[in-house]
C-alpha cells in the first residue's frame, strides 16, 4: 500500500445534537490548494496557495462513547464525490477533559504573562515618575522655591509639635 500525504484546510462548522447523546456533526469545504516547504538556516518556512482544481466535501460525526472515549466516522469527497471519495473511522480513548483543562491552563498562563507585562510597565511608570519629581523638587530647591505640600515638622525634641501648631 502506498502512503498518502495531503493536507487541506476545510472551513465549515460544527453542529450540536438536540439530544445530548446523538453525534457531532461536522461538514466543510477545502478549495484546491499547493503546500510548500523550504527548510534553511533560518528556519522552516510553509505556504498553502490556491490551486486550480475543485472542491474537496468533509463530512463526519462524532459520537462519545464514554467520558473519555470516542468514534468517529466520515468521508472526504473530492471533485464531485463520484469517483474519489476517502473514507475513515476513529475510535480510541482520549483525555477530552485534559484537552479542556490544557486549554484553560493556557488562557490562565496567556493572561499571567500579560498581568506580568502590566505590571513591569507599571514599575517603569513610576521609577520615571519618582525620579522625575525628584528631578523638580533639586530644581525648586536651587531657585529656592518652597514645595507646595510643605508642612512644618517638629520643632521640640521628642518629635512633639509645639502647642500653637497642633
Known sequence: MRKLLFTMQMRGRTSQPSDPSGPIRTTGSAASCVL?????????QTDL??????????DSELRLVAPDEFQEAGEIAFGD??????????AGKGHIQSLIAGAVLFNAAMLLGALG?????????????????ERVRR???????????YE???????????????
Not at 507585562?117 to 519629581?133: E, H, K, M, W, Y
Open 36 to 44: 510548500s516547504t523550504v527548510i534553511s538556516a533560518s528556519g522552516i
Open 81 to 90: 464525490g463520484t469517483v474519489h471519495l476517502l473514507k475513515f473511522s476513529t
Open 49 to 58: 496557495t490556491a490551486a486550480d482544481g475543485e472542491l474537496a466535501f468533509f
Open 117 to 133: 507585562v502590566i505590571g513591569d510597565l507599571l514599575d517603569a511608570q513610576r521609577t520615571l515618575s519618582q525620579r522625575t519629581f
Open 139 to 149: 530644581i525648586e530647591l536651587q531657585l529656592g522655591v518652597k514645595p507646595s505640600h
Open 152 to 166: 512644618p515638622g517638629s520643632h521640640e525634641p521628642g518629635g512633639r509639635l509645639p502647642e500653637d501648631e497642633r
